[in-house]
């Protein structure tokens, strides 16, 4: 019984922390480039400064002030697990390319996601509040996306209060609970350990590790998206057959499969009035972007739904060799004409 209690913990937390560091390991920011155009020159000058708690640019830097245009909408970035704001700098510049201002979310990954939710959303009235923008996107990737949602519910203890019309974007987000964490639900196992088990989960995930189990209540009881909330776009992704690494063989050195549809679709969520799904044939890590991988497929959709400007025709080669430095990628300068390119 020992035996298989340890071998138990063993594998519940390699499997946690292998799945933690997939969804969202904390990733080098990028270097903007200097070239071709000065993608800021697309922006409307910034005319306040905001100290917002949680709030910040893009970027890992001591200085979190924002500075946006007061008239004009924003979007906010939320990060996944083990992550930084950091890792969202080149998506932040994409939009700035498009004329459209970005601000990221910061949050301690071992926090309960509820307070990680209230604290988003407290920063969003604030935003809202000190600033005239009528328009706010809230985007958020894999765990960035349940505490996105959970921010912008109204069956809340405080739900959010704004005047701004929200709009919320989740990629590959597990609202449906993740299963590598299903034994941190299980009562036999919880009642036999007396309590060492509880004590395993905590270690690995921190206070939210009941959080993110399909049997939580914060999965179970997802809430209605406030009345401020105009409309709501799920991208789930298929995640079978990806790749994130291949040797020069071509073949595939580490997957990019992190989670299951099952894990991404909950009916509820998905049957919302202002709900909208949209399904991509991507990797977890693929969809929004790393070093040597450019996130087209999320591009492409979220210019298709409206939530990226169309990129204008005159533009075009040059905001391909943007991608190109920002993601490192060379391909997108040689291999034109390939699905790499926009």
């Known amino acids: 019984m020992i035996w298989e209690q340890l071998k138990y913990k063993f594998l519940f937390a390699a499997g946690i922390l292998s799945l933690l560091c997939q969804v969202g390991c904390s990733i080098s920011p990028l270097q903007i480039p200097n070239e071709s155009e000065n993608i800021y020159s697309q922006l409307p000058p910034s005319d306040i400064e905001l100290n917002i708690e949680g709030l910040g640019p893009c970027n890992d830097g001591a200085d979190r002030k924002i500075k946006i245009n007061s008239q004009y909408p924003v979007t906010v970035l939320v990060h996944g697990c083990f992550s930084s704001a950091g890792r969202f700098r080149s998506l932040a510049d ?111 995930s921190g206070d939210k590790w009941h959080e993110i189990t399909y049997a939580s209540d914060f999965i179970r009881q997802p809430g209605a998206l406030d009345s401020s909330v105009g409309r709501y776009l799920q991208i789930v992704t298929d995640e079978r057959d990806s790749c994130r690494k291949f040797n020069e063989q071509g073949q595939c050195l580490e997957d990019d499969y992190v989670f299951s549809l099952e894990e991404q679709r909950l009916s509820p969520i998905a049957s919302g009035a202002t709900a909208k799904t949209v399904e991509i044939h991507a ?27 169309s990129t204008d025709s005159r533009r075009i080669e040059h905001f391909n060799l943007l991608l190109a430095r920002l993601y490192h990628n060379q391909c997108l300068v040689e291999c034109k004409g390939t699905e790499t390119t926009l």
Request: glycine share 8%.
């Open 283 to 309: 990797g977890h890590v693929e969809i929004v972007g790393e070093a040597g991988v450019i996130p087209v497929k999320l591009i492409q959709t979220l210019q298709q739904e409206g939530y990226i400007r």
């Open 94 to 204: 994409v939009l700035a390319f498009h004329g459209q201002q970005s601000v990221c979310f910061s949050y301690d990954d071992r926090d309960s996601l509820m307070t990680s939710s209230h604290k988003l959303a407290r920063a969003l009235e604030q935003l809202s509040k000190e600033s005239a923008s009528s328009q706010i996107t809230v985007m958020g990737h894999s765990q960035g996306g349940l505490i996105a949602r959970k921010a912008l519910v109204s069956e809340r203890e405080a739900s959010i209060e704004t005047s701004a019309q929200l709009d919320l974007v989740t990629v590959s987000a597990p609202l449906a609970g993740v299963d590598a964490a299903r034994y941190c639900a299980n009562p036999v196992i919880r009642f036999a350990t007396l309590g060492l088990h509880d004590l395993a989960c905590w270690l690995v």
